[in-house]
């Protein structure tokens, strides 16, 4: 029927300009195809304008009910159950509309942000709010449910909560096809997750460990870190077989100060073959200050590539004994590269006053050539505006 409709007035219009040119003819079909693209844009235009000023006024209305009784109850010393919580809100559940639940967690999401730096949040009320309000549910349900976007949006909020998660509604989203997802479910398990929250660190995390995934599971060892002591991170590295995943865990071994598996590192650092692998291994040993493997590391100095001697130099300037100094001074005349020279120089000035006789007496040894007495010049300029 449509069909027929359209096809008799398309047939008018061409018998209308039957007799013009071609060019005119396309001039004309050309023209109102722009005119009903712009008529088009302009309703696009109107109908995105009012969708924004119902959105507005939607976020103000609900910042208006919720965010002062918020504030009153997360900072509250007293604590109220969700019934109560319920009735101080003013909030219907089973009357609620669809876009609601969203809005109200951002309003919630920044009280608890605003009470957290404060140092006044009742935890035991915000759990109680969230419970109130009904939002893990509602974020949870979009986890299980939704498409790739809003899931994923749904698992970083859920993460924001920090209010734990249901590991069976995660399981999906751990094995994703989707790399997005499954990263991003997999640090919210790692995070959340009370039972066994470092099963997948003991799987390299993810096939492909991005920068990305190292800046999650910092922040998610950070926290685990402040709610009570971490495992040995050195089981993850014994495990691995991903270099990358093996060079990020040892560098946290040095940021969380495991002392205790220096040893197990040495001997790791025996065994893997891997350059890259090797020169984390040697600084992260610097960062532990395990002085008991300074005789290994200057043994080994001459047998290493150019990057794990870099590595070994840096570790001597933070190990601090005579051992790890005379290496250094030896190692200075020994080498005829700048850089490597000016490296050295640094790491003997981290010797403190000792490091500073050496330097001084280096320079009166060099007063001729020129171009290295401005190379420790530079250190000593270096260590006064630190000092500074």
Known sequence: ????????????????????PFIIRMTVFMVMGLALVIFYGILRLLYMGLMIHLKANRIAKTK????EKLIFVMKSRTNYDVEEIRQLLNYDISNTKRW??????DVVLAVKNLMLQRGELNTINYKNCLQALHLMAFWEKRIRTSGVGKRRAA????????????????SKSTFHKNRYIRKTARDLYTSQDTYNPFRFMEENFDDEFTQLDKLRLHATLIKRSNEGKLPNLMRWVSSSKNPNYIIFIVREIGYFKQHEVAETLMEFLEKHENRDVRTQVVLTLGELEH???????????????????TAIIKTMGKLKSDLTLSFLVDAY??????????????????????????LRTLQREVSR????????????????????
């Open 1 to 20: 029927m449509y069909y027929d409709y359209y096809l008799y007035y398309l047939s008018y219009l061409s018998s209308l300009y039957n007799g013009y």
């Open 64 to 67: 208006t009910h919720f965010e």
């Open 100 to 105: 609601r639940p969203e809005i109200i967690t």
């Open 155 to 170: 698992l970083q909020i859920v993460g924001d909560m920090d209010n734990g998660i249901n590991s069976g509604i995660l």
């Open 291 to 309: 002085h008991a493997c300074s005789a290994q590391l200057i043994a080994r100095y001459t047998l290493e590539s150019t990057v794990v001697r």
């Open 333 to 358: 005349h020994a080498t005829a590269d700048a850089n490597t020279k000016l490296l050295i120089a640094r790491a003997i000035s981290n010797h403190e006053e000792q490091g500073d006789h050496v």
């Open 369 to 388: 050539d020129e171009k290295e007495h401005i190379l420790l010049d530079q250190v000593f300029a270096e260590k006064a505006i630190v000092s500074f």
